[in-house]
């Protein structure tokens, strides 16, 4: 394999989360971000943890396919790890990630990886949507958008939140996290993650959401999110919810 000449943001946390899918290139940039910011991995571990305990408390209510937005790197704890019995489509807009994934999910029957931009769900492949998310529209699934809300302005994040409610089916789920002000507090930490980030407070969260309702666990920082004990103590630089699509 050739080594990559830019970092991507996907191998960064796969390396914060110890994986083994991220090159030199990712670690000087993770090197440098944690120079500006402080230690990343805690942070990361904690956002993963979200997602499986998130994951499998969707798969409890019977959903058995995810639809994942901006997948990055399909290891360490992701989706088809934390829901074994369900089937998933990861996608993701950068094609090297893409190959990647396809790389590493070759030899499942469970998972696939193709392109996808959440923003427009029509850019999902349809043979991929068929066969790894069965009954999409018809029946309840699982949607996974973390990662993206802090890249998309209100008026474009709310848009897509609405087309993924109108079309899913009722009793869908939307596993989703939020970027807080976190980053306020370090200048150039801020700056790496460049002119399209946003932080948000989290009194705005609720609003971004539309249609969807969130569980009763509301819009939290996600180590609080059904928590495992102990609760890591990280800084809340990221909310989470998870909230369903109404069946009336």
């Known amino acids: 394999m050739v080594e990559p000449d830019q970092p991507s943001t996907a191998r960064m946390i796969d390396f914060w989360l110890g994986g083994e899918h991220h090159h030199a290139v990712d670690v000087a940039a993770a090197r440098a971000f944690e120079q500006a910011y402080g230690p990343c991995a805690p942070v990361f571990r904690s956002l ?16 058995d396919s995810f639809l994942v937005f901006g997948a990055g790197v399909p290891t360490m704890g992701n989706v088809h790890e934390s829901a074994p019995e369900a089937t998933v489509l990861y ?7 893409i190959r990647l994934g396809q790389r590493l999910l070759a030899g499942s029957d469970r998972a696939g990886y193709g392109f996808g931009d959440a923003t427009d769900i029509g850019t999902i492949d349809p043979a991929l949507l068929h066969r790894f998310v069965p009954g999409w529209g018809r029946r309840p699934v699982g949607v996974v958008f973390l990662g993206l809300a802090a890249f998309l302005a209100d008026d474009v994040l709310a848009r897509t939140l609405d087309e993924l409610y109108t079309a899913t089916a009722p009793g869908s789920h939307l596993a989703i ?9 370090y200048p150039e930490a801020l700056a790496m ?20 309702t969130p569980t009763s666990e509301g819009i939290v920082a996600v180590r609080h999110w059904r928590p495992a004990r102990p609760v890591e103590p990280v800084p809340d630089a990221f909310y989470g919810a998870v909230a369903v699509r109404s069946t009336g």
């Open 91 to 97: 996608t993701d807009v950068d094609p090297v990630t």
């Open 193 to 212: 993650m460049g002119p399209a980030f946003r932080m948000r407070a989290p009194a705005t969260f609720g609003s971004l959401l539309g249609r969807w």
């Open 48 to 63: 993963r943890a979200f997602l499986g305990r998130a994951v499998r408390a969707i798969a409890a209510t019977g959903v």
């Open 177 to 185: 996290d939020f970027d807080t002000e976190e980053l306020a507090g």
